[in-house]
């Protein structure tokens, strides 16, 4: 009890005081930035979240290009956070830049298609397979147009997540487990509707409680992501997914696949590099490059069927929408990203760079004898204070640690090295260089060095 994850609290106590010294002290500017402006937002922040990052105050950001961020104080980091996951693919990406520039002053937003448009539909196709694409603004959006579909499809009410899960801010997947029980999760601000009229929650990895859900003959669809990456990192067992997709073919359920994180494990996907086999494909945030886009798609037999129900719905709103979505800045971004910026020799740098940052984090953690371990998908990796690996959500709830790891990312921040809040993941760009990893993981052994010695 004396220790948090192999840390003795004492010393994560001191350590967690002097970095949070350190970081207020080297940026008076964007502190006194704050002082004078943050009070026109709620909260003193533009989106709320962001009063979670864990430094004393947040920087204001000057610019960011490729794999760098520089704040108005100067301090210019090795960004490994990428706007967790928007911008993967490295801060304006120069093809994507250009094709924002060139849209700019061609019109924002229509309600009308472009010949580019066009061009992003069949790149869409080549990258992730013969889907029926849609285009929304964010993941969120296309995980809950997904779902629409999947109920319209099936006329089944509920959708079966893992508990863990994260889709984004989509009411029906904001479930939890308790004690066997499908719930809404205790934070949800204003909940009101019965979630677990709308969902069945059950633990990754447990093909048996899956089929038990099925069973009920209630279940739409399974949305689930390749790899749990909002739960620590969790992965598939050997045949879990070849598991779901048996089992919801045999109880004619549909499986979403959402690719908006695991989009870092190649060239597809994780869909395209371990062959999945969805019926609906959702990928959003960096898909665009950077540009808020997200993207859906139905397999043949599922736009068949969506069809069907279309046709069979009174005319009026269909639930699915929003007026700035398919905008020709959105097809541009797209275009440009899928064509240019998203290429396997970009995957090949992105995995051979995050590769080396696993062993390097591994390394270290092995040197200071730490109950921790290390998870890599593709250009993902994320460094978890507790004893791996983890199968399923309950076992990652219990291996978060946030005192602790709140005062490694300031501390990490402090050194030069800026990875995603919240968790301990770290993204590795198409042009993030071997000095900025390797400075990243003498940055995490000069922490554990202290934490531990
Ligand atoms: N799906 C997954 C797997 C996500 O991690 C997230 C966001 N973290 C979303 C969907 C939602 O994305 P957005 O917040 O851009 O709507």
Redesign the pocket.
């Known amino acids: 009890a004396a220790c948090i994850a192999g840390v003795h609290k004492d010393r994560l106590a001191a350590f967690a005081e002097a970095e949070a010294k350190a970081y207020a002290r080297a940026r008076p500017k964007a502190a006194e930035a704050l002082r004078n402006g943050a009070g026109h937002y709620l909260s003193g922040v533009p989106m709320h979240w962001m009063a979670d990052w864990p430094m004393p105050h947040l920087p204001l950001v000057s610019h960011a290009k490729g794999s760098v961020i520089q704040d108005i104080d100067g301090h210019r980091l090795d960004d490994f956070c990428l706007g967790?996951t928007g911008s993967m693919f490295g801060h304006s990406p120069a093809p994507v830049a250009k094709a924002i520039r060139d849209q700019a002053t061609k019109g924002l937003t229509y309600m009308l298609p472009t010949e580019a448009a066009l061009e992003a539909g069949a790149l869409l196709t080549e990258r992730f397979g013969a889907f029926k694409w849609q285009i929304a603004t964010?993941?969120?959006d296309a995980?809950r147009f997904a779902l629409r579909v999947a109920r319209a499809i099936t006329n089944r009410p509920k959708v079966l997540v893992f508990n863990g899960c994260?889709?984004?801010t989509v009411d029906e997947a904001m479930v939890t487990l308790d004690q066997g029980r499908t719930i809404a999760r205790p934070g949800l601000m204003g909940q009101f509707a019965d979630l677990s009229q709308s969902a069945i929650c059950v633990e990754f990895n447990d093909l048996t409680a899956v089929e038990a859900a099925l069973q009920t003959g209630q279940i739409a669809a399974i949305l689930t992501?390749p790899v749990m990456?909002?739960s620590c990192m969790v992965l598939p067992t050997p045949g879990f997914h070849q598991g779901l997709r048996e089992l919801t073919r045999k109880y004619n359920a549909l499986l979403i696949i959402?690719e908006?994180?695991t989009l870092s494990s190649g060239l597809g996907g994780y869909t395209a590099t371990h062959g999945l086999q969805p019926d609906i494909f959702v990928v959003?945030?960096c898909v665009a490059g950077g540009l808020p886009t997200a993207v859906w798609g139905l397999t043949a037999p599922t736009a068949e069927a969506y069809a069907k129900a279309n046709a069979n719905r009174p005319a009026g709103h269909s639930g699915m929408g929003t007026t700035l979505s398919a905008n020709p800045l959105q097809f541009a971004a797209l275009k440009a990203n899928l064509a240019e910026v998203m290429t396997a020799k970009a995957y090949n740098h992105m995995e051979k760079g995050a590769k080396a940052l696993a062993a390097g984090l591994s390394k270290s953690i092995a040197k200071h004898g730490a109950p921790w371990h290390v998870v890599r998908v593709g250009a993902r990796v994320e460094f978890i204070c507790a004893p791996g690996p983890l199968t399923n959500g309950s076992e990652a709830a219990h291996a978060h640690q946030p005192q602790l790891e709140a005062a490694l990312h300031t501390g990490l921040i402090n050194r030069g090295s800026l990875i995603a809040p919240f968790h301990n993941m770290m993204l590795v760009s198409p042009v993030t260089s071997p000095a900025q990893i390797n400075r990243l993981i003498r940055n995490f052994d000069a922490i554990l060095t202290q934490l531990f010695s």
């Open positions: 967790d964010t993941a969120t995980n994260y889709h984004g992501e990456t909002n959402d908006t994180h959003g945030k």
